[in-house]
């Protein structure tokens, strides 16, 4: 069995990937704040910021940000829609790549992964020396840069990718795991967002390292079972290998009409009912998934897909429809009527055992709701129990 201490874990993440790739590929972008999203509209747009270049950061702009108050915080800047084709391709050029180095690499979106370096180094030299190794070559090959986290477990080296973006190196050496993570503040540490933050910051919890030195039953009795995750993590704790999960890849769903349509209402609905059936197929295989795809197929035949990695694993059929829904609100068809519509779910995790980076705790309902539906439809067959959403007169072409 490998010793855990003795792990050398990459984590690689893209420097804002989609501005730099539409700064790579547009030179007149260069050094000028760009940001990737929605339209704008002058300031009236409803979209959100998918990705913000470090020139348009020093205007506090950032992912997620709704598109209208960075068009104000920065109405020079250039407002791009994203290419998601382009930024799949630049994708697997890097994963790639990667794979010239170490066969264990787990991309958890488009442009991050983890990698187990552990069984390259006698052949390839320390970790700094690799790191420096895939980092020239990204810039060279690819002409983007990385950053680089290098740590015995998977959470710690998430971390140290962050912090010093852009172009960053940071390595944690074994046995100094609490030592590196005492100072953080615990919003670094995953799971604990804007929601749970305050929830600590209330009990006098600001760093990490003061949640450490916390004991495990105070922190269970405070939050629960997931108290523990938090003592495990808090105390540099991450057992988790590195798992490439090529044995699942996607599992999808779509639908081709009989006659082209623009009814708008009627292409949401298809996606409700899409959403509902992969997200029965996911509870059935015990899998979560992190990443919701889009395809559209248009009139004349041409297909887009879109794609959107969530910061949690899911198989709530509310959640993938939501984000489907999202994903297909902000795709322009222009004049054209669409023939085929679908959603896809990939980037899996196992349901069982998921990932202690991801503690969502925001939509028990519908996760109850999805239990109930799944026990009647287990028992009495399918059909017999829907969504108020889904009852409908016509059925779907399919």
Not at 139 to 167: C, H, R, V, W, Y
């Amino acid at each position: 069995m490998q010793n855990l201490a003795n792990r050398t874990i990459f984590h690689l993440d893209m420097d804002a990937f989609f501005a730099a790739v539409e700064q790579l590929d547009f030179p007149q972008y260069r050094g000028k704040p760009v940001i990737v999203g929605a339209d704008p509209l002058g300031g009236k747009g409803r979209g959100v910021v998918s990705t913000a270049s470090y020139e348009a950061r020093k205007f506090g702009i950032h992912s997620a940000m709704p598109i209208s108050q960075a068009y104000r915080s920065c109405p020079t800047g250039i407002f791009v829609r994203p290419r998601g084709h382009r930024y799949l391709e630049i994708s697997e050029q890097i994963m790639r790549l990667l794979y010239d180095f170490t066969p264990l690499i787990a991309p958890i979106s488009i442009d991050e992964a983890f990698m187990d370096l552990t069984g390259s180094l006698k052949l390839l030299g320390d970790a700094r020396t690799i790191a420096i190794k895939i980092k020239e070559r990204i810039k060279t090959e690819i002409g983007l840069t990385a950053s680089i986290g290098i740590a015995p477990n998977m959470f710690i080296a998430k971390i140290a990718s962050d912090l010093q973006k852009p172009d960053g190196l940071v390595i944690v050496e074994p046995g100094n795991e609490k030592e590196f993570l005492a100072p953080l503040a615990i919003s670094k540490m995953w799971g604990i967002g804007k929601k749970t933050e305050p929830l600590f910051q209330r009990r006098g919890i600001f760093t990490i390292g003061q949640l450490a030195s916390m004991t495990v039953d105070e922190l269970v009795k405070l939050f629960g079972k997931v108290g523990m995750d938090y003592w495990y993590l808090a105390n540099g704790i991450d057992s988790r290998p590195v798992e490439t999960g090529e044995e699942r890849k996607s599992i999808s769903k779509e639908i081709t009409f009989f006659e082209d349509t623009d009814d708008c209402q009627k292409l949401e609905l298809v996606l409700f009912e899409i959403a509902e059936i992969l997200g029965k197929s996911l509870r059935e295989k015990k899998l979560k998934a992190r990443t919701i795809t889009l395809k559209i197929r248009l009139a004349d035949f041409s297909t887009s897909t879109r794609r959107k990695s969530l910061t949690n694993f899911t198989d709530n059929s509310e959640e993938i429809r939501n984000t489907g829904l999202a994903l297909f609100r902000h795709f322009n068809c222009g004049e054209m009527k669409v023939r085929l519509i679908g959603l896809g779910v990939s980037q899996f995790d196992e349901a069982s055992g998921e990932q202690l980076a991801f503690f969502d705790k925001t939509k028990p309902q519908s996760r109850n709701i999805d239990s109930l539906i799944d026990l009647v439809e287990d028992r009495f067959g399918k059909g017999m129990i829907k969504k108020a959403t889904l009852i409908r007169s016509n059925p779907v072409d399919e």
